[in-house]
């Protein structure tokens, strides 16, 4: 499984704080290439530098060199070995199909046997050990109750995996949701959820949240920890709406000039998009003019203070689709002039 973050800082050297909760350390795998540098967020997810760019198969199986290379997430595995005779014979161990085992012995590097059959078998056991050359009698008996006691082990390893994969199939990983306790979950920066409870109207932080048997961690993907996706540092309580609205039109006002009537309306579309997962369907905001009056400008800063915003630049329908079928999130549309 994945560690926390502070169990894997404790494995890192270099490390420096970020603002967003987040942390910058020597990746322990490739430090020496010279871009050793490693992010890890808040919930222990990390991001080496030198895979900025390179597809999600390949940064995963670094990701899982890096955990291995700093002592967690060691796979489970049911391949079985055991020495036998001073090292001069080996059993080895491996799942096979429909139940049956893979059996090999070895002496040193040469095979002396292969065969797959049921363990719990008598039968199959005693051909097994028969074509094992050159064993005394009391030898064979050695490598018989090898066999029945590697059984055992091997079933447990077994059972360990499947659990294993029963885990992973109870993870979710989500931006948004509402929980079946009545808790609401949000993915804010640094790969945490903010979380609110109404029965005690708090909000807490967590990187991972578990209700009715399924852990729910957030998005983690590339476009999402590469900063393609705009989201919130934290969650600030507000008095009443018009306060909340006011706050908005003054950071537009900072931002772009905009008659006063546009910057209201503007205000209340930006928080309207929080609301939007509860709408059939929502209106696009929409800026028009002569050339070089900020249309961009207006959109651009309206557009951020929308619920997760992506910037996009001359957008095709498909790269228009993804982001907002998996991440619920808002396009923000920059004309090219």
């Known amino acids: 499984m994945r560690p926390n973050q502070q169990a894997l800082l404790s494995k890192l050297e270099g490390i420096r704080m970020e603002s967003d909760g987040s942390a910058v350390a020597d990746c322990p795998v490739c430090n020496d290439k010279g871009k050793g540098k490693l992010k890890v967020f808040a919930d222990g997810t990390a991001v080496c530098y030198r895979f900025t760019g390179v597809g999600n198969g390949e940064h ?115 931006i948004s949701k509402a929980l079946p306790d009545d808790r609401i979950i949000e993915q804010v920066a640094g790969g945490v959820f903010a979380i609110y409870d109404p029965a005690t109207k708090d909000v807490t932080y967590a990187g991972e949240v578990e209700c009715e048997g399924v852990a729910y961690r957030p998005l983690d993907d590339d476009f999402i920890l590469r900063g393609g996706l705009q989201l919130p540092d934290r ?51 929409r800026a028009t003019g002569e050339r070089g009056c900020g249309k961009s400008r207006f959109i651009g800063v309206v557009g951020m203070l929308c619920l997760r915003p992506v910037l996009v630049t001359s957008p095709s329908a498909a790269s228009l689709y993804r982001p907002q079928a998996d991440r619920q999130s808002e396009a923000i549309r920059q004309r090219r002039v």
């Open 235 to 285: 969650l600030i309580e507000y008095l009443d709406e018009r306060s909340l609205d006011a706050e908005i039109e003054t950071c537009i006002r900072r931002y772009c000039d905009a008659p006063e009537r546009e910057l209201k309306l503007a205000a209340k579309y930006a928080r309207l998009s929080y609301v939007a997962d509860r709408l059939n369907e929502i209106s696009y905001f």
């Open 60 to 174: 995963g199986k670094h990701v899982k060199e890096v955990y291995a290379a700093s002592g967690f997430d060691e796979p489970v595995s049911s391949f079985i070995s055991e020495s036998l005779f001073g090292g001069k014979l080996s059993l080895e161990l491996s799942p096979a199909a429909r139940g049956r085992v893979r059996v090999a012995a070895r002496n040193c590097n040469s095979l002396l046997a292969l065969d797959e059959f049921y363990l719990d078998r008598q039968a199959d056991r005693a051909k097994f050990v028969a074509s094992l050359p050159s064993l005394a009698d009391d030898e064979r008996n050695v490598v018989t109750t090898t066999l029945i006691q590697l059984t055992d082990r091997f079933d447990r390893a077994q059972a360990a995996v499947e659990d294993e994969k029963d885990h992973e199939s109870n993870i979710e990983h989500v």
